[in-house]
Every structure is written in C-alpha cells, then in structure tokens.
RNA sequence: GGAGGGGUGGCUGAGUGGUCGAAAGCGGCGGUCUUGAAAACCGUUGAGGGCCUUGCCCUCCGGGGGUUCGAAUCCCUCCCCCUCCGCCA
C-alpha cells in the first residue's frame, strides 16, 4: 500500500513503477481523489472548529449566567450542523474510495529489477552445483513413486480429488526428515527463531500480507469466514502488526513449518501430473522484520540461508532475478530458487525471496521507534522459503535415483532417516 | 452452546456530559547527584492528518450510527478479547 503523499512528490517514479508492472498510469486519478479528500478535509475542520469555538462559549455563557447569549450560539450551531454532517459523510466516502484504490496497487520493483512480461525475461544470476550425468534415462518422480508403492495419486484423488497426493512409507518418512532437517537449519544456524502458528486467519492477515482484497480466489474460505494460509508468511509477517517495536528489537526473523493451502484457480491443466503443483504442500517459511536500512542487506541473507539447504542436500540450483511483472503483488524484488529436476530435464522453482520494503508494513501498521527519533516508521518486511518440502522431496528423489528405481538418501538426511542410506533397491 | 465481564496513550490502569488527548504508575528521553553505575530527585514524553507549515487547526479513548449546543462518559449496533459452566482433542 502506497503514501499518498509519496505519490503526490514523487508522481512520475510512480507512475513509471506501475507501468513497469504493466499497469497504466494511476497518478492522476489518485491525486484527484486526493485532491478532492483534502478539499473536503479542509473545509470540514474549518466548520468543526467553528462549531467547537462555539461550542466553548455556550459554556462559559452558562456559566456566567447570560443565558440570551447561550441560546443565540445554541441555535447557531444547530444550523451547522446539517452542513457538517454532510461534510462528514463526504470526507469518509472518498477517504473509503482512496483506500481502496491504493489496497489494489502491487508494489513498485526496485531499479535493479529487470523490466519484462512473463517468466520468460526472468534473469539468471548464476548457477550452483553440476548436474549429473545419468548412464541411463532418468525418470520423473511420480513414477519413481508409484514405482516404489510410495506415492498414490490414485488414493489422493479418492480421498480429495486433482492436486493431492498420499505419500506412505519411506517417502511420507523422507518428507519429514526434509522438514525437520531445514528447521533445525534454520533454527539452530541462521538465527531464525521457530513458531508454530495458526494455520486459519482473519481477512485482516491476508489484507496485511497482499493476498486480500485482490487474490480472494486463490483462497480456501471455512465456513465460518477465516481463511486457510496460502503460505506461513501470512501468520508469520502479521506477527508484528498493529505494534511498535523499538529499534534494538529488530532485526526479527521467524521460521515456520507449515502446511500451505493454494486453490490454484488460475493454473487449470498447469503440472497436473505428479506433485509440483498441489492443493496442500508443507514449506518452511523464513520471515524477517528489519529496519528499511537494513532490508536489501538482508534479502541476500536470506537467499543465502535457503540457498544453505540445496547445498547440504547436494541439489544444483540456479538462482533467478524476477522481472517486474513476474513477482508477486506485495515484492519491490524478488530471487527465485530453481533445483535441476532431471526426470523433467527442467529447473523448477523451489524457493522464493523477497523483501516487500515498508508494502506489507502499511497495509498492517507494523512500526519500530528508531534510536533517535520521536516518531515512528514503519518496519520493512522480507519473506522466503526455506524450502517448499513437496518440491524438495521430489528433486531429492529425481537427483538421487538410481538406474533400479531405488532413491540414495543425501547424507545430511540420514540422521533423520535413522541412518538409512537408500529408499527401495 | 449457555451465562457474565471488558475493549482508554509504548505498557499497566483511573476517568463526574463541558476546562479531558485524558489522572497515576511503569517504560523511554534529558538533567541533578556520582570516579562510573545504581538508587533518589527534577523535568520531559501519544498517534494520525489538514493548512496561508516552525505555528495554528482537525481527528482519534475497538468500528459504525444516534441523543446533545457539546460525548471517552448516555443510547443502538457490529467486531474483538476475557472469565465461568457445558461439550470436546
């Protein structure tokens, strides 16, 4: 969410902003909604400080006895009062307009983001780890799964339909040891501190974080109006909203495992087959809070701290700078993750950074004091996987299989597999 | 599900329809004292916004509406939180 003020001085960056987006122009008609608030605002203070100079004097009049005095301003100010109340009414109207029009606006990307469409004019910064050279055709992981009598597309349809899948044995063991091996990274060597949130929120969080109002139909609603998280960042970022924190607090950064729940209204006929894409995926989430000096230092932290576990696994990546119309709504940058998926000869997205500058931090009024100033500002916010666990299950299986079917198991997993080296074979 | 209590500044917590943006305490900041620190004492300290921007004004005591010349205070309504009972993992 934009300071009107902001785009009032800088009205052509932001313009320029939203157009890097794709979107056409959008100061002008916010500026004349704002100039139209301020006009009514003016005028509406200007009467209420007549009616409360008056207001003062009925009662000083009281209390001097002159009681002629009194009625004379009693009736003088119950002939403002149809006039403010109509101001009133104005100046909340097209105050409600305002607000609603900036909620919709996506944030402006940073200059070093790249200009393009579609992921297509992503850039890549560089790549990490060697592809292997298989001696036979590598498959993909749903059929390594099904395979080994692991992963049951066929049950998960029964049970809930598309885009959900059973893992059962070594597999369903081998998703948990990836989860608990990134948490226990995170956790005990990057500093991030572990929460276990609610996985049902209120509009509120989802408005706070971006996805609400606009992206309602990504959503799974309850019945009793709360939302299903998307992803942890949700419950993660609004962990500071509505707050001052003072400035020694920050930098704060939480880690969350969680189940991730994502309608997948827009991607019809988009990875139907196997688990890249589901309705319910587990993710490890990593969420920091920082001053807005500190924000781009720490995206490059956090690409570092996700970056960790590829690494530890063995899994090749490379990394991608979005451009600006491929990040997401509340993004002023954002690195993308892709692991080498070689049954699908393709790198594949498996973590996603960004840093959201003070976007999120407006839309939730989430604040710090600074050292040595009187007023508040408002934090910058950063979010990233650290990693999504269905697609690092699946690299893990389709980097580590073998010519048998069966999986090798990365060292660092093992202590979570009760030392076990292979799955299958 | 039933019954009740409550939402006030960074926090805790008073508040009689007018002089209440709001006592007090804590915390913060500045000072006195001290070799330094603590303690003590003194002072200071809410947020957002408008404008002819260094001063003046407006709004804000959960949200909205109402009564009134005037509402933190009275009425209505919605939201949220808490306690007890019941049910339950």
Redesign the pocket.
């Given at each position: 969410m934009f300071?009107?003020?902001w785009i009032r001085e800088n009205r052509e960056a932001f313009d320029r902003g939203m157009q890097r987006r794709g979107l056409q122009p959008q100061a002008e008609r916010l500026l004349e909604i704002?100039e139209e608030?301020?006009k009514l605002?003016?005028e509406?203070?200007?009467l209420?400080?007549r009616?409360?100079?008056?207001?003062?004097e009925?009662?000083a009049a009281?209390?001097a006895g002159e009681r002629e005095r009194a009625e004379a301003?009693?009736a003088e100010?119950?002939e403002m009062?149809r006039r403010l109340?109509a101001l009133?009414?104005a100046a909340?109207e097209v105050e409600e307009k305002l607000r609603a029009a900036l909620s919709e606006l996506p944030n402006i990307p940073l200059d070093e983001v790249p200009d393009g469409e579609s992921e297509d004019d992503n850039v890549e910064v560089r790549r990490e780890g060697t592809p292997r050279a298989f001696d036979f055709e590598p498959k993909e992981h749903w059929q390594l799964g099904e395979a080994l009598g692991m992963m049951d597309f066929e049950a998960a349809a029964k049970l809930s339909g598309s885009r959900f899948v059973v893992l059962k044995g070594d597999l369903a063991r081998l998703q948990r040891a990836l989860a608990q091996f990134m948490l226990d990274v995170q956790t005990r060597e990057h500093g991030y501190e572990e929460v276990w949130p609610p996985l049902l929120v209120?509009d509120d969080a989802l408005f706070g974080t971006g996805q609400l109002p606009k992206f309602a139909e990504d959503l799974f609603r309850t019945t009793d109006d709360r939302w299903l998280i998307p992803t942890a960042e949700v419950p993660l970022t609004n962990l500071v909203r509505e707050?001052?924190l003072p400035q020694d607090a920050l930098p704060q950064r939480y880690c969350a495992l969680t189940p991730c729940f994502r309608s997948e209204a827009g991607a019809a006929g988009r990875d139907t087959r196997g688990m890249i894409r589901q309705h319910q995926f587990d993710k490890v989430e990593l969420v920091s809070i920082t001053t807005p000096e500190e924000g781009r230092a720490e995206l490059d932290r956090k690409l570092a701290c996700a970056e960790d576990i590829l690494k530890r696994l063995g899994l090749p990546y490379r990394v991608m700078l979005l451009c600006a119309q491929d990040m997401g709504f509340s993004a002023q940058i954002t690195f993308d993750l892709e692991v080498w998926l070689p049954g699908q000869g393709k790198y594949r997205e498996i973590s996603s950074v960004s840093l959201c500058g003070d976007f999120q931090a407006r839309r939730m009024n989430a604040?710090y004091?600074p050292q040595d100033e009187?007023?508040?500002r408002f934090v910058h916010t950063l979010n990233g996987s650290g990693l999504a666990v269905g697609r690092a299950l699946i690299a893990v299986m389709e980097n580590g299989q073998n010519e048998d079917g069966s999986i090798t198991i990365p060292e660092a997993l093992r202590p979570y597999m009760g030392g076990q080296e292979m799955i299958g074979g």
């Open positions: 300071d009107i003020r704002d608030r301020r605002l003016t509406l203070q200007e209420q400080n009616r409360n100079a008056a207001s003062k009925i009662g009281m209390k301003l009693k100010v119950a009062k109340q009133e009414d909340r209120r707050s001052i604040r004091r009187k007023k508040p």
